[in-house]
């Protein structure tokens, strides 16, 4: 009977990861400036439409995971770096809940941080993007691909996209200020 279950569990995780993507953005693709994450609070959300500017999105499949704790700080580190080729703002999403982003942050930045961590607890951001996958057997459902986005307003004019979420190959802070 367990066994079953499990199996049971792992297709509806399979599907409802299929259903909540859409076809994965490109560049000149528009981000879902709609879709409300969270940032402060579990019932205060907020969405892209009023950012304007650059921004850097960096979508990571897990706070405190390896390879994302090794990620994140270097775009903390080089934020000044990132603002001196005009970047206005640097957003790092997973699909995690407000609490579990807020701890991460305080636990990578104890002095503080511009840049900022987004809660898309129901994977609805990350889904729009179409840069949802199926990572049930190590983090126990759907969750970001390890993705960089460059946007001007809603506009991507940059993307990087891990072929191996757990690898930082192409989506590293040091990669991606090239581009600019």
């Given at each position: 009977?367990a066994?079953?279950?499990?199996a049971?569990a792992?297709?509806?995780h399979?599907m409802?990861?299929?259903?909540?993507s859409a076809?994965?953005?490109?560049?000149?693709?528009?981000?879902?400036?709609?879709?409300?994450?969270?940032?402060?609070?579990?019932?205060?959300?907020?969405?892209?439409?009023n950012?304007?500017g650059?921004?850097?999105?960096?979508?990571?499949?897990g706070?405190?995971?390896?390879?994302?704790s090794k990620?994140v700080?270097?775009?903390i580190?080089?934020?000044e770096?990132?603002k001196?080729?005009?970047?206005?703002?640097?957003?790092v999403?997973?699909?995690n809940?407000v609490?579990?982003m807020?701890?991460?942050?305080a636990?990578?930045?104890p002095?503080g941080?511009p840049?900022?961590?987004?809660?898309?607890?129901?994977?609805?951001?990350v889904?729009?993007l179409?840069m949802?996958?199926?990572?049930?057997?190590?983090?126990?459902?759907?969750r970001?691909?390890?993705?960089?986005?460059v946007?001007?307003?809603?506009?991507?004019s940059?993307?990087?996209?891990?072929?191996v979420?757990?690898?930082?190959?192409?989506t590293?802070?040091?990669?991606?200020?090239?581009?600019?």
């Amino acid at each position: 009977m367990a066994t079953a279950l499990v199996a049971l569990a792992s297709s509806a995780h399979s599907m409802a990861t299929s259903l909540l993507s859409a076809a994965e953005v490109k560049v000149g693709s528009t981000i879902p400036i709609k879709v409300p994450v969270k940032e402060s609070a579990p019932n205060e959300s907020f969405t892209f439409e009023n950012i304007s500017g650059k921004s850097v999105i960096v979508g990571v499949p897990g706070a405190f995971t390896g390879t994302c704790s090794k990620q994140v700080p270097g775009y903390i580190d080089a934020f000044e770096q990132f603002k001196a080729k005009g970047i206005d703002n640097i957003f790092v999403v997973a699909v995690n809940d407000v609490f579990v982003m807020k701890a991460w942050k305080a636990s990578l930045a104890p002095q503080g941080t511009p840049v900022r961590f987004i809660a898309d607890d129901q994977g609805a951001f990350v889904g729009a993007l179409g840069m949802l996958f199926d990572a049930s057997p190590l983090l126990g459902g759907p969750r970001s691909k390890r993705f960089v986005l460059v946007v001007d307003g809603d506009t991507i004019s940059h993307l990087a996209v891990e072929a191996v979420p757990s690898e930082l190959t192409t989506t590293a802070a040091d990669k991606v200020l090239p581009w600019l």
